[in-house]
T-cell receptor, first 114, second 112 residues
Framework: NAGVTQTPKFRILKIGQSMTLQCTQDMNHNYMYWYRQDPGMGLKLIYYSVGAGITDKGEVPNGYNVSRSTTEDFPLRLELAAPSQTSVYFC?????????????FGPGTRLTVL | DQQVKQNSPSLSVQEGRISILNCDYTNSMFDYFLWYKKYPAEGPTFLISISSIKDKNEDGRFTVFLNKSAKHLSLHIVPSQPGDSAVYFCAASSNTGNQFYFGTGTSLTVIP
């Protein structure tokens, strides 16, 4: 299994541009998550999904959108990029039926908005 | 509003000694607590967890203690090894497991 994969690894955007961060998992996990990590800070939840077709907002959803048309994919869309969205973005997944709620993380996408 | 707090940004420990990492939380609805380890340029990896019905969980060199009345948990690593040098995050969730709240992390350095 490749686990959770994220593309791209790095990206520089200009203010006002848009982009989609891709996330795919091959573990047939129901739950998927998007986090951002700012320097010296913990991970903040942007959006999450409990299954295909179901998404919900986390702590910091403003400026982002998500979709979940398949179990495997959970893309994160940035519209009108702003410098405040400069961060490292992590995607994660977990199975529904594991009692200890362990999440599996991707390697991250480092995004800079200039 | 930071619901999960790790007040020590860094910790240095000699190899072979005990490392103790602390975490405090404010939300009494949290039912599940996890520790993750993170190396630079990688995603976090799960280390150990504990549910609110327990006060201790052990896995090899790693033990997590939970004090619900104090809303405090700690991770003990014994003995500490240089490969344990990483940033450690604690995280908490209610029993739905839908949303997770992370602390700001503690950077552990184990000195050979």
């Amino acid at each position: 299994n490749a686990g959770v994969t994220q593309t791209p690894k790095f990206r520089i955007l200009k203010i006002g541009q848009s982009m989609t961060l891709q996330c795919t998992q091959d573990m047939n996990h129901n739950y998927m998550y998007w986090y951002r990590q700012d320097p010296g800070m913990g991970l903040k939840l942007i959006y999450y999904s409990v299954g295909a077709g179901i998404t919900d907002k986390g702590e910091v959803p403003n400026g982002y959108n998500v979709s979940r048309s398949t179990t495997e994919d959970f893309p994160l869309r940035l519209e009108l990029a702003a410098p405040s969205q400069t961060s490292v973005y992590f995607c994660a997944s977990r199975p529904r039926d594991r009692g200890w709620y362990e999440q599996f993380f991707g390697p991250g996408t480092r995004l800079t908005v200039l | 509003d930071q619901q999960v707090k790790q007040n020590s940004p860094s910790l240095s420990v000699q190899e072979g000694r005990i490392s103790i990492l602390n975490c405090d939380y404010t939300n009494s609805m949290f039912d599940y607590f996890l520790w993750y380890k993170k190396y630079p340029a990688e995603g976090p990896t799960f280390l150990i967890s504990i549910s609110s019905i327990k006060d201790k969980n052990e896995d090899g060199r790693f033990t997590v203690f939970l004090n619900k009345s104090a809303k405090h948990l700690s991770l003990h690593i014994v003995p500490s090894q240089p490969g344990d040098s990483a940033v450690y995050f604690c995280a908490a969730s209610s029993n739905t497991g839908n949303q997770f709240y992370f602390g700001t992390g503690t950077s552990l350095t184990v000195i050979p």
